[in-house]
């Protein structure tokens, strides 16, 4: 089983963009759900190397933990800086 997490460790924290992408190489990405976080700190000082999203991928169940990721706030930050949102008009309930 890959139980993959996705985290930029506080050693690095102090890079600029450049020097993270000479290092990580990022390529396009891919849609994933944002199904819930923890945050660790106070609400008006957040720690984003101890505080973490959790994410479902669609790579299917195999990946992750059963189609389940982390990510920390501090590489969110760094991988989103190109995101780009979508709003849908309608509710789609799923029994997924």
Partial sequence: MDLATWYLPLELGACDRASLDAAFQPTAGHAVNIVGYAIAGSTGSTDPFNSYFIIENNWGK??????????????????AFSLTTCRLNA????EA
């Fill in 62 to 79: 195999a990946s992750g933990y059963r189609s389940f990721y982390f990510m920390n706030f501090a590489a969110f930050k760094y991988l």
């Fill in 91 to 94: 509710w789609c309930y799923s």
